[in-house]
């Protein structure tokens, strides 16, 4: 086994969420997206808020619990991101039009006021303001936004950052924003490349525990019924 778990906190302070879990599984060659609000019975709770509860020692536990084993975490404060993006253009493609409901600020809540956002087809070059928008814009104007079309972006989006060459080392560069656990990720990490499966964690249901609505593991099809839907489906094929 040969995995790191990359989190990103949802504000500037070690207390907060991880709003971005990703787990790179390097001997599968695959990166995978975890909804931070994906219950966790190791810990009682969404999965987002190990780090806060007990560091990377916890959220490293938690997702093991989840069927996500491995053997090293890097935590990033946000001010570590926002400093490593603070200069960068990213291009990124844009199948159909997107409109959201955004926060007047980054950081603040949607209750508290917003702005509509929009990305058009076919392309758009990404700075500034415009970056944290298309990772972190959620809620669609026309009610149809989910965290999971949000985490499908942020892989469109590190798909362009490596295919330009973006150093990610400048989001190390100021150690009292980063948290390493475990060995050190570094050498794994930079073995990612764009051709790599990158994927969301959607197998999973709504479900309310304690009163809170979170998202649990749907659980996994017979053999046998999984069988029938191959041959259902290649016999479909030889038809076609």
Known sequence: MAAVVVAILDRD????????IVVVDVSRRRLTWIPRDLWSPFISDRINAAFAMGGGRLLLDALAGLGFAAQSAVCLRRGATEAALAGASVRVAIREPLDFWYPLTPTSRLEDGRQQISFR???????????????????????QGTDFHRMLRQIVFLRALIVQGFDFRLALKDPELVRITGEDPSPLLARVTASWRMQVQDWVDDAVIDGRMVLVPRKPKPWWRRQLRKLRDGLKGKRN
């Open 13 to 20: 302070n070690w207390d907060a969420n991880t709003d971005i």
């Open 121 to 143: 087809p076919p392309s758009e070059t990404l700075t500034g303001a415009r970056l944290h928008q298309w990772i972190g814009a959620r809620s669609m104007v026309n009610g």
